[in-house]
């Protein structure tokens, strides 16, 4: 559907959040700021003994968010949900799971074809190829190897024209736009429910919200390598992937291309 829909002016309403968590039994603080460069960095700053929890930090205006090997996620005021959460779960190998399964379930409430390209983008499946819904990374606290500070991004609107032509916005997806607090929560509540489950039922989980998994990929490792192959499955090691020559390679970091068939 063509877009009506103006970006928030507001900052999201944490006593709102605060009683919707409650009504839900999930312990969760909130933190909303007009303007911050990352809301990882933001949490990531502070000392690790002082931070509980459950605690999110969400930004109205993200100027540099933090995306996957250090590059940048811009946002315009009042556009997207841009948000950062500490979590201390079970098994920490399995967060980037985690997050993407309860990101995108969440997100399937207002519209079905949410899904996931691994290693965490959330994408849409159009005419015209992937396109890029938001996008999650999680990083260890430097002081705490049992604390992840999970950052998450979603395009809600777009004040203008896309940032990227691969960008697309809730907005281009559904009639009936629903709040951030109301995604929020709802995904937080995702994120309780799933730290309560075992890694190979995560491991499923994903595998079926998973774009990647059957697909033909070209994989750019941290150390420039390239390689293409067929990604056969997702596990909390990593992309599977069954090389040209037959070999399976699991990556735990890199780019992965989806190719397309002839």
Not at 77 to 95: C, I, K, Q, T, Y
Not at 118 to 126: C, F, G, M, Q, Y
């Amino acid at each position: 559907p063509a877009s009506t829909h103006k970006s928030f002016e507001q900052l999201p309403d944490t006593g709102e959040l605060a009683r919707r968590a409650f009504e839900l039994n999930i312990e969760y603080s909130f933190e909303a700021v007009a303007e911050e460069d990352s809301t990882q960095r933001y949490l990531l700053a502070r000392t690790a003994s002082q931070m509980p929890t459950g605690t999110v930090a969400i930004a109205h205006h993200q100027t540099a968010g933090q995306g996957r090997l250090s590059r940048t996620w811009q946002t315009r005021p009042g556009e997207g949900l841009m948000f950062s959460v500490a979590l201390r779960p079970p098994h920490l190998l399995s967060v980037p799971l985690l997050a993407g399964v309860a990101t995108a379930t969440a997100l399937r409430q207002w519209c079905s074809v949410v899904a996931l390209k691994w290693p965490n983008d959330l994408v849409v499946e159009t005419p015209d190829g992937l396109r890029k819904l938001g996008g999650i990374v999680a990083s260890v606290h430097p002081e705490d190897p049992t604390l992840a500070i999970v950052g998450i991004g979603i395009n809600f609107v777009f004040d203008g024209v896309a940032p990227t032509d691969v960008a697309i916005a809730l907005t281009d997806l559904v009639e009936d736009l629903p709040s951030r607090e109301a995604v929020l929560i709802e995904l937080l509540d995702h994120i309780d429910r799933l730290q309560r489950t075992d890694v190979t039922n995560l491991e499923g989980l994903y595998r079926a919200l998973s774009l990647t998994v059957g697909r033909r990929v070209r994989v750019h490792t941290v150390d420039g390598q390239i390689v293409e192959g067929n990604a056969d499955d997702v596990s909390s090691a990593g992309v599977h992937v069954v090389d040209d020559m037959g070999l399976l390679r699991i990556f735990s970091s890199a780019d992965v291309e989806h190719l397309r068939t002839s």
